[in-house]
């Protein structure tokens, strides 16, 4: 479910960093002048529009050059094709071996500045260092910017005009479309042959998907995920995701009671079975549970889809790219290919 990590948000400056950042701000502002003055900082050529989701019309006096995403938002943009312009990043980046987190899709993590790795780390000394021209993040709730820690969001947004781009309650090619959009205003090029065939996988993979729902007979699907003390049922009517599963014919299981801004209904586990599901789509995010630890859960052993082994992954803040989210929905259709009705 997209709803934010549960993870106590950290402070971004120690006792004194209010004064090395004004520094900090006031050496960013410096070379925006230079800039300005043409030190070619940007990319040149014509002003620069683009208008988000919030919806905001963002102007710049030539296209951005140097932009700064969620690591998610960033991984999008390089798979339609943006390179040099990415300089850096924040949201998991790097898993604990030092490997590319799987959020970071085909985006090279060595080569961007990583200015936060969990929920609630963005670096403002960082990021004010990496001159940034663009912010770029989604935005699963009207005006909430994706990961930006609330607490020092107003010193980020001094820094450099934002795009935001909606990742809830539509269905999921219209961030998709939007993500390509922006790609291409800031120079990327959607008639690549990467991009093309990207795209061909994805409408492939829609159809076998469709298909195989009709196939299946009425197999139900249950979103959901586990924590210590909850187990999650979420609400196919607000992630993108599912409500684009949901218009090929998935038959998902709809929580009567939601709470977390709509996403979910949280159940104790002593009420988990509420909802019997023959497909567990669950949610495989660092900060949720897995099988091996769900195991020592009872009532998660009694639901009938654990009984039968009826569980898939679910990618919960997908990848807006084709590239990025054709490879889910074949997960999803082997899935429930391979499922039975239980009931």
């Known amino acids: 479910m997209p709803s934010s990590p549960r993870l106590t948000r950290r402070g971004l400056l120690a006792a004194g960093g209010a004064t090395a950042l004004g ?12 800039k300005a003055a043409g030190d070619g900082g940007s990319a040149g ?22 932009v700064v995403a969620f690591t998610g938002a960033a991984a999008a943009l390089a798979d339609f094709g943006l390179g ?5 990043v924040f949201g998991e980046t790097r898993a604990a071996d030092g490997k590319a987190d799987p959020q970071a899709g085909s985006l090279d993590v060595d080569k961007v500045e990583i200015i936060g790795n969990a929920w609630g780390e963005f670096s403002i000394e960082k990021y004010a260092a990496l ?11 009207p005006g909430a910017y994706w990961y930006v820690p609330d607490e020092s969001k107003d010193k980020i947004l001094q820094l450099a005009p934002q795009a935001l781009i909606s990742t809830g309650r539509v269905t999921i090619t219209q961030p998709i479309e939007h993500y390509a959009k922006l790609a291409e205003s800031l120079g990327a090029d959607l008639k690549a042959q990467q991009v093309l065939d990207a795209k061909a996988r994805f409408e492939k993979a829609s ?11 009425g ?17 196919p009517k607000i ?20 709470d977390g801004g709509d996403y979910y209904e949280g159940l104790s586990w002593e009420n988990a079975g509420k909802y019997p599901a023959d497909l567990l789509l669950l949610d495989q995010r660092s900060t949720a549970l897995q099988p091996k630890d769900l195991a020592a859960k009872p009532s998660w052993g009694q639901l009938p889809a654990v009984k039968a082994g009826q569980i ?3 990618d919960a803040v997908p990848r807006f790219s084709h590239a990025g989210f054709a490879p889910l929905i074949e997960r999803l259709t082997a899935a429930i290919q391979k499922s039975r009705k239980l009931s």
Not at 23 to 34: N, R
Not at 219 to 235: I, P, T
Request: with cysteine; proline share 6%; glycine share 6%.
């Open 239 to 258: 992630s993108c995701d599912l409500i684009y599963f949901a218009e090929l014919g998935v038959e998902f299981i709809q929580p009567e009671k939601t």
């Open 23 to 34: 520094a900090v701000l006031a050496a960013c502002g410096s070379s925006g002048d230079e």
């Open 207 to 217: 159809e076998e998907l469709r298909q195989a729902v009709k196939a299946a007979g």
């Open 84 to 88: 040099k312009q990415l300089v850096g």
């Open 312 to 314: 898939t992954p679910w």
């Open 131 to 141: 001159r940034p021209e663009l912010l770029v993040t989604h935005m699963y709730d």
């Open 219 to 235: 197999v139900k699907v249950m979103a959901c995920s586990g924590s210590a003390d909850l187990f999650y049922v979420s609400n």
């Open 45 to 66: 050529g014509d002003p620069w529009t683009f208008t988000d989701d919030r919806p905001q019309t963002v102007t710049a006096k030539s296209t951005p050059a140097r």
